[in-house]
């Protein structure tokens, strides 16, 4: 990768394995919150950013910024399929006259009601989800330390998504890198480095502060919306792993792209997805993948104003390394 | 049941299946936001009222409403079990070297990163959740007269759960009825009049208006907390059927509690769950169920302060009748 | 089609529909077996029908006609997947000591021990599968004329295929018309006829009788082992519609195929897989389906014994319209 | 325990893990059939075995000894829950005209067909079912010496399930312990002894040999067939500790019970499940459990025969560690 790419952050050109490390050797936040912290970076949100975000709140319109689930997701099976909803009553049921039983053992003495019911099985990051701090980790260890062996078959017993689930409100900012650079949506490969989200933001003029969530749009989802083809695991645009020290610098909380692993792929070093070592494992951020972010870009692009209230609160699912996410951000 | 318990609802003491459809061709709102409307009350839900209900965040806590997903959740089985959370990739697998193949396969040259991953199967109405519209049918009939068929095994044509996703950001009211009459919890079968919730609100010294969420404490699921027993499906206080015309009257959106279906139960007529009946499939309303209270109810003694910012949007699934969701207040 | 595609069987070149309907105003058992018979064709096989099936049993050879159950099969999604093998505990978990609390709950003094343990979540018919006689029906009516409204969400009141699991030990006759038209596979939509069937029994001299299950071979599955592509659902050779006589008069009492669905696709007339109509609808035959059967017929050529003991019994899944299976063939 | 329940076994009374480990110090066939061996002591059945075990067939009789799947099993829920059958397509769809879309996109031109379909979602141990020699582990190690960490959240890469597809078709034999002790069933911490079955087989006129299945009938399942309390995973009957030397010496090769788990529980010593230690990780014996021997017992107290063709083969999922199974006597 060329120098003027890695933005404001310093790159020596060292070996890869290097660039990593040495990020964790300078940045690394663990025990900064004590040594049972489980939230990461969100410690960084206060209640007066939380009463600063909801003055974000103008115009009263909620922008949903999550894809359908269901089976028409760019999920291809594997260890990842899309949800799959399991009808257990329906209303095909009631009109044969096939509830009268169940409600008669319910105690009805009357069946003009009827009623469906469902149950859904899905992968917890089948599509717009947050990765928990348990989801990554590196040497053996995840956020704060803990040993990876805190998640076993039973689940996370350390850093479950459950942390967060009173944390997403917060308020968030866009950095739409794909209309900055006049382009439908950023080539997979495409690293997005420090200067062009400062660009961005500049632009756009608009502030990006500590505890704010950050959303990075690449316009990939766009793209490939209904022909989805490998966008879930394959190669995609995405922040450069030199982004790291500016993850830190910024203090922001959360970030999340239109893409489905945030970091650009193929990754710029031998390492797997090395900037969810850094800014996951060591920095504690919330990592925010497959969030939908056309409409609020819309939205944005026609006022003018690219922050807003966002809540995206994460499922309190006990244990679990993710969760879907019904996330709107309200202007 | 004894008249002061109908609270300023009229009750002639009729047949029971009158009092149902008499609210019924009184109330119903079928058709007053056109003949495709899947929204319901939400209609309700200006853009003037969401900036308001901003306002209503003061100190920038956040409270969450949302059980644990679990398998201590309150289900027995049959329809609806706990939730199962299904790990498919583990900490411990990492550990013991067996991701090795998986990275290599990824692309990976380095392996000192690992990962967790994990799915969930659960019924979308197992623990804190709203029901869809598609939920409930009277005389093969859901919300603004759908045909109850429109729900079949591929799920809900009509009326999922999906059109409220970004709906559930907007103004919370808690009625502490539990407290406002100084027990722990009402008892199962105690029906919460008109005149209950209205004392309690004025006690609490706070409105409720058109296009708001009410919350409403019975403290049942404090009481029963990890002894769940009946607790789903069994012996409940909760509104009262007479309360319908109120709930239509104040111009409310959504109506929670802390019990598994917000009305009483038994129920006070023949018919099973009339006010879902009423209120749920011709008024539209949200129906939220096993919404956790404690936390606020607390919060709000404390401060004095019982309206809030709502933010509690459901998970986008395509077509399902429910969806767990995690609610938090913000204040 | 061809006059002499129709083999034995009268086909009068009239209306689609009449054919269909024709077959079952002739030849349809409904009420054969009383009025809440279950079993259908099954009713054919006799004790001494078995006792002899035993008496296949010379080399003492066992088969295995079934594929592996796992996410290299053949579905594609949507109505099915393949199926999900789920672990919930783990020798990994084991080796990184997070049993030992469960091993102590459970009373253990000693935590030399450990255990694996799983789930899996399955679509019943992915692979190797009998159709119960409730997964067809025509006119609103399944075997026996119960209504298709006796299947509903809670799963099949009637004909569901726990009443099979005591059945499928019986004499199996494989017939590999592939081998005896010299191909490696017959071509997606080529329709097996009667004389396709007569001629390749007789040259493997083999005698199908009453009470005796039949599996066609077309190689199919073997072309496309590895590289399903449409194999699920797509077009496929198969037993032709005309075969529906042939198959009353030799009383057998089951069909399998190395396809997904017996009978040959595209259908021959406009109806939807007319021979389920037919055979399984009205004469009460068990449809297998993805049945493996390339070992068994390297077997089979090797010896020239064509017979053998079938061990095909479905897992009593209460209500389900098919089961997974073990088959083997014992010879 | 006394003496006399050790039956033949020597027991010289010292520390109870010593038992465990000098057992598998003289037992074990760790090795025995190559380093690579996943059958177990299954490699004990010949060929010659599987013919006369077809020879057991006389009236032709089959007889299920396997419970149904469903909601109404003996799971509680945690690690195992009871089956869980999701429909996909009903019956109740069909009639009101729900599929005809389907239909119409598979190509049909005529939709007077109709279809229901289904899924399962269960833990592989839920019912009757087959241990695979990946269940268990010993300091670390299963069958064969195996490290334990060849299974993981992917699966068994050794000893899985499907290993066994095709060698469940054997001689079985029944010892109903109960009947023979003249009660309806054996009391939870029964210890089943080498004298007890020696004495019941005696009793029974029935010879045991190499290669066999043994099943023996303690009546726990039939005492609590619907009111299953404690049923899985609580106290049992079963076979005690001391029968090791006796599995060993018999060269039978599978045993199953109508408990949950095969051994008398509580265990007789200080280690957890020490039989299967022994039995399953050492000897490699298949542990079958929850088999319904009822009708079984009725069937050879009528006859006087207690021997028969086992057909009781497992599905082939890949990695699995157990597997639900449509086991039969046929006699």
Not at 129 to 155: K, P, V
Not at 218 to 231: F, I, S, V
Request: with cysteine.
């Amino acid at each position: 990768m060329s120098p003027q790419r890695i933005g404001t952050s310093v790159h020596d050109g060292g070996a890869d394995a290097d660039v990593v490390q040495d990020y964790i050797d300078r940045l690394s936040r663990w025990g900064r919150w004590g040594p049972d912290d489980q939230l990461g970076a969100l410690n960084l949100v206060t209640a007066q950013h939380r009463v600063a975000a909801a003055g974000e709140v103008r115009s009263g319109r909620v922008i949903s910024l999550t894809m359908a689930y269901d089976q028409a997701g760019p999920q291809q099976g594997g260890l990842r399929a899309n949800p799959v909803l399991l009808t257990t009553a329906t209303g095909t049921d009631v009109v044969a006259g096939r509830q009268v039983g169940t409600l008669r053992a319910l105690g009805a003495a009357d069946t003009r009601m009827g009623f469906a019911d469902d149950s859904v099985f899905m992968p917890t990051q089948c599509g717009t989800q947050w990765d928990a701090l348990a989801h990554i980790f590196r040497d053996g260890r995840m956020w704060n330390g803990y040993a990876a062996t805190e998640h076993s078959s039973r689940g996370a017993a350390r850093n479950g998504i459950q942390h967060w689930t009173d944390q997403m409100v917060l308020r968030g900012v866009l950095a739409d890198v794909a209309r900055h650079h006049q382009v439908d949506a950023l080539e997979p490969g495409y690293p997005i480095t420090v200067q062009d989200l400062e660009a961005t933001l500049a632009a756009q003029k608009v502030t990006l502060g500590a505890g704010d969530a950050l959303f990075v749009r690449t316009g990939q989802l766009g793209r490939r919306r209904g022909r989805w083809g490998d966008y879930a695991g394959g190669p995609a645009p995405g922040l450069s792993l030199y982004t790291a020290p500016w993850l830190a610098e910024t203090e922001i909380v959360a970030v999340a792209t239109d893409t489905w692993g945030v970091e650009v792929r193929p990754n710029e070093v031998t390492e797997f997805q090395p900037l969810h070592q850094v800014a996951l494992v060591h920095l504690g951020l919330a990592f925010g993948e497959m969030f939908d972010l056309d409409a609020l870009a819309d939205d944005c692009a026609r006022d003018g104003r690219y922050s807003f209230l966002l809540a995206a609160t994460p499922l309190p699912i006990t244990g679990a390394v993710g969760s879907p996410v019904a996330a709107v951000a309200v202007k």
